[in-house]
Nanobody, 127 residues
Framework: QVELVESGGGLVQAGGSLRLSCAAF????????MGWFRQAPGKEREFVAG????????GSADSVKGRFTISRDNAKNTLYLQMNALKLEDTAVYYC????????????????????WGQGTQVTVSS
């Protein structure tokens, strides 16, 4: 089992930047592919970005492509999400999630394929 703790959320003006972190505690971090998801008020939780256990494969949703970058540091047991050029519509609670290593260097964009979730961190973008 792994415990995930997000940090780095807050209030930022449109066009600004934030970096979210997700610290993992428990089993070796490299056992897991990781993902970032978000949920805006009144909306379903949606995929933001994912990264394989090695960091060799990653990807993001079209809505954030070119603005958000996912990365991981397995030595520090930490996942990151660098968010630039933030927009009002990026306002949401952001969650990190871990998916047990399937043996492939792969990440998933599907919420149901993730096994562990953090408690979330609020990101609010103001005009």
């Amino acid at each position: 089992q792994v415990e995930l703790v997000e940090s780095g959320g807050g209030l930022v003006q449109a066009g600004g930047s934030l970096r979210l972190s997700c610290a993992a505690f428990g089993r070796p971090f490299s056992n897991y592919a990781m993902g970032w998801f978000r949920q805006a008020p009144g909306k379903e939780r949606e995929f933001v970005a994912g990264i394989s256990w090695s960091g060799g494969n990653s990807g993001s949703a079209d809505s954030v492509k070119g603005r958000f970058t996912i990365s991981r540091d397995n030595a520090k047991n930490t996942l990151y999400l660098q968010m630039n050029a933030l927009k009002l519509e990026d306002t949401a609670v952001y969650y990190c999630a871990a998916r047990r290593n399937s043996g492939r260097d792969y990440y998933s964009a599907l919420e149901r394929e993730y096994d562990y979730w953090g408690q979330g961190t609020q990101v609010t973008v103001s005009s």
